[in-house]
């Protein structure tokens, strides 16, 4: 009768180890899949360039003032701007839905890009920050797999 919570305390502290070693972790190398940045490439020249630049350094202009609409412009998408202050799954959500709360003009991607092109642009746009800047995100990474 004692083994079993036995049992659960040690699959507990495993999984707790394992968890600390994730978040302890130096970041992947976000270069490791040079074909899935191939890939996110294409899909952002063909459907986020217009808008993000060339590069992702954005369009010209100050991406934090509003248009007489009340949106902010799109903002650069490289390490000068903010989108390197989001989690993963915070980048892949704006994709999906578009511009968080009406502030921008993104449409939702939904729908219209496969999930698997979504996560493709996500890692072309990591290969665009600087190696400050990745080590940076990968802090605030850590932080929202925290349980």
Known sequence: MVRIPLLVTAA????SACEASLLDASPPDR??????IARGKAVYEQHCMACHGVDG??????????????????PPLDSSAHAWHHPTADLLEIIR?????GQGN????QGRLSEQQ??????YIKSLWSDEVYQLWWKMEKQSLEP
């Open 12 to 15: 507990a502290l495993l999984l």
């Open 31 to 36: 270069y490791a899949d040079p074909a899935q």
């Open 57 to 74: 350094k954005g369009p010209p202009g100050d991406w934090r003032i509003r248009d007489a609409d009340g949106r902010f412009p799109p």
């Open 97 to 101: 839905e578009g511009s968080p709360g």
């Open 106 to 109: 993104m449409p939702a991607w």
């Open 118 to 123: 979504m996560q493709d642009t996500v890692a």
